[in-house]
């Protein structure tokens, strides 16, 4: 498969190539040339295989023959190697809990599949590829445990100090090996504006070959697909047929998969689109202008994101059919008190606990669903992290009940390693210099 930038879409590069630069030179985003649909035989029955076989199904589908099917076959199983359950909490609401992999958020499933990719095509004797990331919390975790000991690599970790959680810091700081990393003295865009002076820095080009792992990447994007098709398997086997899906949203890369999935002939009528107080997209649904504006913080910090970067590519997805766009996806936006209230009325009425992000989606499901004829459509939500990585954001008799998983309980007898940095480039790039 070859793969054009949606700010011109007569490039072609390759898959390997779209993966290395992340983004295009003209700073569109990677899409590929076509979308086949799946084969009506693999459709009609999802449900009788498994999460790493239609992974399989689905990125051969997509990429054709850029990687040998025993070769792609040994990356997915290696990387998509926890479940993605899909638990009933009522009739017709069921939570697609997308946090069993190693960070606990569902990044993993971008985060493990790119880094075995990047380095499936990082050739013997290849200079050692930099990656650079900044992160408000999880896409960190996930890109250093996804890159850990994977040989000929290095992560270096931008996080804004005191702003990430406890828990998130621990994942970020105590894995040693090829990863490191520092806390800078200010915000996320900080963090983010350093990282992006580095890859137009020529002095740091020149030495090192860096890379970006961030969520524009067009092979974290094609794994986040296959939890879809799973999920609506899952359904499948309990006789539903009629599925909605409500996504927590923040750069629309989640969702972006979904409607990718969909595109590739998942069965699907209708995506929720679910944010927090950073309200872009629902606001372009209702009034059809699409205005960026500068992110807000909110207890569900990893959708503060007021230009998402992914919209691109779902407004590429639908170009000439707008009017299919706005049929397929509904927003809803939710404020900080009503996110609040929806943890408690999720652990009041199943006795479950939701990070706030997971929150926001029952709430925009259940919205949408008073609109609805009931019994006819099942809804599934998208739990994007475990409740215990954000103890903070949630009411204390709530914090107190979760159950803490084992890899945590780990975490915490670890040391944090961290090097301390301000906001300044000139700083962080003699940093980089002086420790290679
Ligand atoms: C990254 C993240 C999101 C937002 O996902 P997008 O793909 O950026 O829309 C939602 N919830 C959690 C917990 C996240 O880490």
């Known amino acids: 498969m070859k793969f054009y930038s949606t700010n011109n879409t007569s490039t072609r590069v390759s898959f390997k190539e779209a993966v290395f630069n992340s983004m295009p030179q003209d700073k569109g985003l990677y899409m590929p040339v076509s979308i086949p649909r799946l084969d009506d035989k693999f459709l009609n029955n999802l449900d009788e295989y498994t999460l790493p076989e239609i992974a399989f199904h689905v990125a051969k589908n997509l990429l054709g023959d850029d990687i040998p099917e025993n070769d792609l076959k040994d990356i997915i199983e290696d990387a998509i190697n926890f479940y993605a359950p899909v638990v009933e909490l009522e009739e017709n609401v069921y939570v697609l809990e997308l946090f069993h992999g190693p960070s606990l958020a569902f990044k993993d499933f971008g985060a493990r599949f790119m880094s075995r990719v990047m380095s499936y095509f990082l050739e013997e004797g290849e200079k050692q590829l930099d990656v650079l ?57 900080d963090c983010q504006s350093l990282v992006k ?33 799973n999920a609506y398997a899952q359904l499948l086997k309990e006789g539903q047929s009629n599925v909605v899906f409500a996504v927590p949203s923040g750069n629309f890369g989640n969702i972006g998969a979904g409607l990718l999935a969909w595109k590739m002939g998942l069965p699907v009528d209708q ?43 779902i407004a590429d997805l639908f170009k000439g059919d707008e009017g299919k766009l706005k049929r397929l996806i509904t927003g809803f936006s939710f404020n900080d008190s009503e996110t609040r209230e929806a943890i408690e009325k999720i652990h009041s009425s199943y006795n479950y606990i939701a990070c706030p ?18 019994g006819k459509t099942a809804g599934i939500f998208l739990s994007t992290a475990h409740p215990c990585k954000f103890p903070d954001v949630l009411p204390a008799h709530i914090a107190k009940a979760i159950q803490i998983p084992e890899e945590v309980k780990e975490l915490e007898g670890k040391t944090k390693h961290a090097a301390a940095l301000g906001t300044d480039f000139e700083g962080f790039k003699r940093y980089l210099l002086e420790n290679n």
Do not use: C
């Open 133 to 189: 990331v900044a992160t408000s919390g999880d896409t960190g975790g996930a890109v250093a445990l996804g890159f850990l000991g994977v040989p000929n690599t290095r992560v270096t970790i931008l996080y804004p100090k005191g702003k990430v959680s406890g828990i998130q810091e621990l994942q970020l700081t105590t894995n040693g090996q090829n990863i490191r990393a520092i806390e800078i003295d200010g915000t996320f865009d």
């Open 197 to 229: 002076q580095a890859f137009t820095d020529p002095e740091l080009n020149e030495k090192f070959r860096l890379t970006s792992a961030n969520s524009i990447n067009i092979a974290r994007l094609i794994p986040q697909t296959f939890y879809y098709f």
């Open 271 to 313: 995506f929720i689109a679910a944010t927090n107080a950073n309200d872009t997209v629902p606001e372009f649904l209702k009034t059809g202008v699409y205005q960026p504006k500068p992110s807000v913080q909110t207890i569900s910090n990893a959708m503060d994101v007021g230009n998402p970067s992914n919209w691109v590519r």
């Open 357 to 374: 992000h997971t929150a926001i989606a029952w709430q925009a499901l259940k919205d949408w669903q008073q609109d609805q004829p009931t």
